[in-house]
C-alpha cells in the first residue's frame, strides 16, 4: 500500500512539474514574443523617421536652391547650378528638374527628352500647383526601371508663383539606407510595400518591384498581413516564409 502511494505522489509531482512547466514555458513565450514584436514595432518607427528627416532635409535644402534668381528664371547660369549641384550629390538623387508654374518642365538634368513635356496631370504635380507648398509624389517606377519618389518644392519670385523645382530619389536606395540594418534575430528582416501592393524593398533576391500579389499565391498565409498593411493599420500577424534562408 505504501508502495502504491509513493508511485501516485511520484506520478502526481511529475504531472504537477508538467503543468507548471507548461504554464511558464507558455508565459515566458508570450513575454518573448510580445518583447520580439515591440523590438520590431521600434525598428519600423525609426527607419519611418529616419526616411521622413531624410526627405525634410532634402525640402530644406531645395526650398534654399528654389531661391536663387537664377534658378528661378532658368538662365544658362541657373542650368549650370543644377548640373553641378546633381553630380555634388548624385550618390543620393537621380535627377534634378525645374517645372513651370502651369507643369511644363524647363529644365532636367540629366538632360533628356523630357524638357518641355507637360506633368500638370500627375497627382502630386496637380497638388502643388494648387497649393504652392512641398509636396512627395507616391512611389513611381521611372523610365530608367527604378523605383523613384520625387519632391517637389514651390519657386516664388517675390509672391509669384514661378513654378518647382524637385529631385527624384531612388527608393529603394533610401529603404536599403535605413532598414537594411534591421535585423531580428539570425535571419529576421525588414521589407517595405508600397499603398498599391508594389514591394519597394526587401532582401529576399528577385522580389523588388514586383507585387505582393503575386507572392500572396505561393504564401497564403501572408494574406491577412498585407490587408491589414494595405489600409495602413499598424499590428502583428504571423505568417511562414523561409525563402531568404534557402
Not at 36 to 60: M, R, S, V
Not at 134 to 146: A, E, I, K, N
Request: proline share 4%; aromatic share 8%.
Amino acid at each position: 500500500m505504501k508502495k502504491g502511494r509513493l508511485l501516485f505522489l511520484i506520478i502526481a509531482l511529475i504531472g504537477a512539474c508538467s503543468i507548471l512547466f507548461t504554464l511558464f514555458y507558455g508565459k515566458a513565450k508570450d513575454a518573448a514574443i510580445r518583447k520580439l514584436n515591440e523590438e520590431q514595432l521600434i525598428h519600423a518607427k525609426q527607419a519611418a523617421h529616419g526616411i521622413e528627416d531624410f526627405l525634410a532635409t532634402w525640402t530644406g535644402i531645395l526650398g534654399s536652391l528654389s531661391t536663387l534668381p537664377p534658378i528661378i528664371h532658368v538662365t544658362p547660369e541657373g542650368k549650370k547650378y543644377l548640373d553641378i549641384f546633381l553630380k555634388a550629390h548624385q550618390e543620393q538623387l537621380r535627377s534634378l528638374t525645374r517645372v513651370d508654374e502651369k507643369g511644363i518642365i524647363l529644365y532636367t538634368v540629366p538632360f533628356s527628352q523630357s524638357i518641355g513635356a507637360d506633368i500638370s496631370n500627375q497627382k502630386h504635380i496637380r497638388e502643388i500647383l494648387r497649393e504652392h507648398k512641398p509636396v512627395v509624389s507616391d512611389v513611381f517606377r521611372t523610365v530608367q526601371g527604378f523605383e523613384g519618389v520625387a519632391l517637389h518644392v514651390p519657386v516664388f519670385e517675390g509672391n509669384a508663383f514661378r513654378g518647382t523645382l524637385a529631385v527624384v530619389i531612388d527608393f529603394q536606395s533610401l529603404a536599403r539606407r535605413y532598414l537594411e540594418v534591421i535585423r531580428i534575430g539570425e535571419t529576421g528582416y525588414a521589407w517595405v510595400i508600397s499603398r498599391d501592393g508594389t514591394v519597394l524593398y526587401t532582401p529576399v533576391p528577385g522580389l523588388s518591384g514586383r507585387s505582393v500579389f503575386e507572392i500572396l499565391g505561393r504564401i497564403p498565409s501572408l494574406a491577412p498581413l498585407v490587408r491589414e498593411m494595405l489600409k495602413g493599420r499598424q499590428g502583428t500577424a504571423v505568417y511562414t516564409f523561409d525563402r531568404i534562408a534557402g
